[in-house]
Nanobody, 127 residues
Framework: GVRLVESGGGSVQAGGSLTLSCEGT????????MGWFRQVPGREREGVAA????????????VKGRFTISTPVASVMSANHTLYLHMTHLTPEDSATYYC????????????????WGQGTSITVSS
């Protein structure tokens, strides 16, 4: 089955940058979407950014202009897919555990329901 492993989390000062990586393996088809969510203890998980297989990216308002989601060109036949989240101008409010997700089942549109998740990587932004 699909397995997602995030990396790149850590501590950074406000105004700094970090790049998160997500290595996805075990795909039998190219995922329709891959994306990043984040969660703070006691709060619901919220969407950060998503990238469809067609190359369309979407961002939450609170990260527009600061975060960039990307993926290297991969073979359609590849069982592995990588996703990045380049984060700049970080603020303490960005501190959270960031989760990578992907969509392998078609639900009518890309990025409306991710069906595989990683374990998350945490970032802490200090003021």
């Amino acid at each position: 089955g699909v397995r997602l492993v995030e990396s790149g989390g850590g501590s950074v000062q406000a105004g700094g940058s970090l790049t998160l990586s997500c290595e996805g393996t075990g795909y039998s088809i190219t995922p329709y979407c891959m994306g990043w969510f984040r969660q703070v203890p006691g709060r619901e998980r919220e969407g950060v950014a998503a990238l469809s297989a067609e190359g369309k990216s979407t961002y939450a308002d609170f990260v527009k202009g600061r975060f960039t989601i990307s993926t290297p060109v991969a073979s359609v036949m590849s069982a592995n897919h990588t996703l990045y989240l380049h984060m700049t101008h970080l603020t303490p409010e960005d501190s959270a555990t960031y989760y990578c997700g992907s969509q392998s089942s078609w639900t009518g549109s890309p990025c409306n329901r991710l069906d595989a998740w990683g374990q998350g990587t945490s970032i802490t932004v200090s003021s």
